[in-house]
C-alpha cells in the first residue's frame, strides 16, 4: 500500500559543494516554512564534507520529507534540476539555490500568488538580487518583516523569471517540460523557461511580499570565471532570441491619443525581454501603464527637463537601443548628439 503524503510543493535545490551555505539554507527552510513541502537535493558530485551532511539530512527529524539524489560529478545546473523536476510529484515545485536564506512565510506567499489567477505559473520572490537590499541596521529577519507587512499580496508581471528561486506550477511542467539543457552549466535556463512558459498561456509575476536573500553567483565562482560560463549562454540564447533593447520615451506634453497606445505597446515590448524607460513632465497626467518590473516610469520637473534628458542619454552606461521624443528641439539635439549615444531618435507624433 502507497504510503499516503501531505506535502503540496517539492523544493529543489541543486547543490555542489558550499556546505556553509547549503546548511544555511536548508535550515532557513526548516525554521521559516509553514506550508508542506518535500525536501529533494540534487548533489552534483560534491566533496565529502557536503556530501555527508546531505546524507545526514535523512536523519534530521524536522524534515518530514526529504529525497536525496547523488550525481558522481557534476553535471551541470541545469540537468541536476532537471533531474528534481521529474523526481517531483506536487502541485508546485520550487527551484531554489543553495545560497539563499529563505524568510519567514516565503512559501506560503509564493503559493498565495500563484493562486491568484490560472494563468499565472511562475512566481519569483523580493530578494537582493531584484533591488531590494536590506538597510544595515536591521536583521534580515526584521527587513523581510517589513516588507511583508507592506507587500503582501501584491505582485506585478515579469518578462522573465531569475532562477534563483522560482514557484513553478505543475501545469506548466506538464505542457511545457523541464529546462533547456543547452545552456551548459547554466544562466538564461530561467529566461528561456519563462519565454516557453508564455508562449503556453502563461505568465511570470514578481511577488511583493516572500523574501529571499541570494548570495549572487556563489557556485558559479567555485567554477572559476563567471563572466566567461555567462557569455557562452548569453550567446547560446542571443543566437535563439535576439537581443533585448533599451528603449526610452520621453513625453513633455499631453497626448490622449498617443497615451492610450503607449499601455499595449509597452507591455508588449516589455514582456518580449525589453526595458522600457518612460522620462515625463512632473505636471502631466501621467499614462496608463502595466505594473511590469521591465518597465519604469520617471517623472522629471519641466524646469530641467530637456538637459536632464540629454545628460541621462550620455551618461548611460547601457545604452539605448531607440529614444521616441515628442519635443521638436529636444529630437533635434538628440539626433545631433547621435555619435556619442549610438540610439535611434525617432519623432512622436
Given at each position: 500500500?502507497?504510503?499516503?503524503?501531505?506535502?503540496?510543493?517539492?523544493?529543489?535545490?541543486?547543490?555542489?559543494?558550499?556546505?556553509?551555505?547549503?546548511?544555511?539554507?536548508?535550515?532557513?527552510?526548516?525554521?521559516?516554512?509553514?506550508?508542506?513541502?518535500?525536501?529533494?537535493?540534487?548533489?552534483?558530485?560534491?566533496?565529502?564534507?557536503?556530501?555527508?551532511?546531505?546524507?545526514?539530512?535523512?536523519?534530521?527529524?524536522?524534515?518530514?520529507?526529504?529525497?536525496?539524489?547523488?550525481?558522481?560529478?557534476?553535471?551541470?545546473?541545469?540537468?541536476?534540476?532537471?533531474?528534481?523536476?521529474?523526481?517531483?510529484?506536487?502541485?508546485?515545485?520550487?527551484?531554489?539555490n543553495n545560497d539563499t536564506i529563505v524568510c519567514s512565510?516565503?512559501?506560503?506567499?509564493?503559493?498565495?500568488?500563484?493562486?491568484?489567477?490560472?494563468?499565472?505559473?511562475?512566481?519569483?520572490?523580493?530578494?537582493?538580487?531584484?533591488?531590494?537590499?536590506?538597510?544595515?541596521?536591521?536583521?534580515?529577519?526584521?527587513?523581510?518583516?517589513?516588507?511583508?507587512?507592506?507587500?503582501?499580496?501584491?505582485?506585478?508581471?515579469?518578462?522573465?523569471?531569475?532562477?534563483f528561486c522560482s514557484l513553478i506550477k505543475k501545469e506548466?511542467?506538464?505542457?511545457?517540460?523541464?529546462?533547456?539543457?543547452?545552456?551548459?552549466?547554466?544562466?538564461?535556463?530561467?529566461?528561456?523557461?519563462?519565454?516557453?512558459?508564455?508562449?503556453?498561456?502563461?505568465?511570470?509575476?514578481?511577488?511583493?511580499?516572500?523574501?529571499?536573500?541570494?548570495?549572487?553567483?556563489?557556485?558559479?565562482?567555485?567554477?572559476?570565471?563567471?563572466?566567461?560560463?555567462?557569455?557562452?549562454?548569453?550567446?547560446?540564447?542571443?543566437?535563439?532570441?535576439?537581443?533585448?533593447?533599451?528603449?526610452?520615451?520621453?513625453?513633455?506634453?499631453?497626448?490622449?491619443?498617443?497615451?492610450?497606445k503607449l499601455k499595449k505597446q509597452t507591455h508588449d515590448?516589455?514582456?518580449?525581454?525589453?526595458?522600457?524607460?518612460?522620462?515625463?513632465?512632473?505636471?502631466?497626467?501621467?499614462?496608463?501603464?502595466?505594473?511590469?518590473?521591465?518597465?519604469?516610469?520617471?517623472?522629471?520637473?519641466?524646469?530641467?527637463?530637456?538637459?536632464?534628458?540629454?545628460?541621462?542619454?550620455?551618461?548611460?552606461?547601457?545604452?539605448?537601443?531607440?529614444?521616441?521624443?515628442?519635443?521638436?528641439?529636444?529630437?533635434?539635439?538628440?539626433?545631433?548628439?547621435?555619435?556619442?549615444?549610438?540610439?535611434?531618435?525617432?519623432?512622436?507624433?
Amino acid at each position: 500500500m502507497q504510503e499516503k503524503v501531505d506535502y503540496k510543493c517539492d523544493i529543489v535545490i541543486p547543490v555542489w559543494n558550499l556546505k556553509e551555505w547549503t546548511q544555511r539554507c536548508v535550515e532557513s527552510i526548516i525554521v521559516n516554512t509553514e506550508y508542506p513541502y518535500r525536501l529533494i537535493i540534487i548533489d552534483n558530485g560534491s566533496e565529502k564534507p557536503t556530501r555527508d551532511y546531505l546524507v545526514s539530512l535523512k536523519q534530521d527529524k524536522r524534515l518530514k520529507y526529504y529525497l536525496f539524489i547523488r550525481n558522481e560529478k557534476n553535471l551541470g545546473c541545469t540537468k541536476a534540476i532537471n533531474q528534481g523536476m521529474k523526481a517531483a510529484s506536487s502541485e508546485y515545485i520550487l527551484v531554489l539555490n543553495n545560497d539563499t536564506i529563505v524568510c519567514s512565510g516565503w512559501l506560503s506567499e509564493l503559493v498565495r500568488i500563484a493562486q491568484l489567477s490560472g494563468d499565472i505559473g511562475i512566481v519569483n520572490p523580493n530578494s537582493n538580487n531584484l533591488g531590494a537590499k536590506k538597510p544595515w541596521h536591521m536583521s534580515l529577519e526584521q527587513y523581510a518583516r517589513k516588507i511583508m507587512e507592506k507587500y503582501k499580496g501584491r505582485y506585478i508581471e515579469m518578462s522573465a523569471a531569475v532562477g534563483f528561486c522560482s514557484l513553478i506550477k505543475k501545469e506548466v511542467v506538464e505542457r511545457v517540460g523541464v529546462y533547456d539543457e543547452g545552456f551548459g552549466m547554466g544562466n538564461f535556463d530561467d529566461t528561456e523557461y519563462s519565454i516557453r512558459a508564455r508562449q503556453a498561456g502563461f505568465k511570470t509575476v514578481f511577488a511583493k511580499g516572500p523574501y529571499v536573500y541570494h548570495k549572487e553567483h556563489a557556485s558559479f565562482d567555485l567554477l572559476g570565471d563567471f563572466d566567461e560560463f555567462f557569455g557562452e549562454s548569453q550567446k547560446v540564447f542571443y543566437e535563439k532570441f535576439g537581443r533585448p533593447e533599451r528603449l526610452l520615451y520621453i513625453l513633455s506634453r499631453q497626448n490622449k491619443e498617443y497615451f492610450k497606445k503607449l499601455k499595449k505597446q509597452t507591455h508588449d515590448l516589455a514582456d518580449n525581454l525589453n526595458w522600457v524607460r518612460i522620462f515625463i513632465k512632473t505636471h502631466l497626467k501621467p499614462p496608463d501603464l502595466a505594473e511590469h518590473t521591465n518597465i519604469v516610469l520617471i517623472p522629471i520637473s519641466f524646469l530641467f527637463f530637456r538637459i536632464h534628458c540629454v545628460f541621462n542619454v550620455l551618461v548611460k552606461k547601457k545604452k539605448y537601443a531607440r529614444i521616441f521624443v515628442d519635443d521638436g528641439i529636444l529630437l533635434d539635439i538628440l539626433k545631433k548628439l547621435k555619435r556619442f549615444h549610438k540610439a535611434e531618435v525617432n519623432p512622436i507624433l
